[in-house]
C-alpha cells in the first residue's frame, strides 16, 4: 500500500490517493489516512466521510479484483468531500434492500443515505464508485 499526493495546476492540493493492495481490507490503515486528511472537519462530518470511505472500500474487496485505489478530494464551493474508489471489477453495483435481519447489503443503503450524490463511473480499467458528502466550509474558506 502507499500513498500518493497529487498537486492541481494552481497550487492548491489536489486529490488524494491511497493505493490498496490484495488479501485482507486495510480497513484501519485507509480509516487513518482518510481521517488524517479530513481533521478539519467536524466530528460529524468526519464521521460520515469515514464511514462512506469504509462502506467503498469493503465492496470493493467483496465484488471487485485488483488493483485498488482511494481518492479523497474537498471542494470549497459547496463545501463536499469526494471519495472515489476504483477497482477492476465489471460487476454491476446494486443499491441494496436488506431485511430487517439480514446482515449484509446495507453499504450503499449507508453511503446512499450520507451522500449528497453517489454513482459509478466505468472506464477501460474497471470502474470508480464515487460519493459527495456535504461539509461546512473550513475557517478562511471565507464562506
Known amino acids: 500500500m502507499s500513498v500518493v499526493t497529487t498537486e492541481e495546476s494552481e497550487g492548491s492540493p489536489g486529490p488524494l490517493a491511497f493505493e490498496l493492495g490484495e488479501g ?3 480497513l484501519v490503515q485507509v480509516r487513518r489516512w482518510a481521517g488524517a486528511a479530513l481533521a478539519d ?10 464511514l462512506v470511505v469504509t462502506e467503498l472500500v469493503a465492496n470493493a474487496y467483496d465484488h471487485g479484483s485488483g ?10 464551493a ?10 477492476t471489477g465489471g460487476g454491476e453495483v446494486v443499491l441494496g434492500q436488506p431485511g ?3 446482515h449484509r447489503g446495507r453499504g450503499l443503503v449507508i453511503v446512499d443515505n450520507l451522500s449528497r450524490a453517489w454513482g459509478v463511473r466505468r472506464h477501460a480499467r474497471g470502474k470508480t464508485v464515487w460519493a459527495e458528502i456535504p461539509c461546512e466550509p473550513a475557517a478562511g474558506d471565507g464562506q
Open 24 to 26: 485482507v481490507p486495510p
Open 41 to 50: 472537519l467536524t466530528d460529524d462530518e468526519l464521521g460520515d466521510c469515514l
Open 67 to 76: 488493483p485498488r485505489r482511494v481518492r479523497l478530494e474537498r471542494s470549497p
Open 78 to 87: 459547496p463545501c463536499s468531500v469526494r471519495v472515489e474508489v476504483e477497482d
Open 100 to 102: 430487517a435481519t439480514s
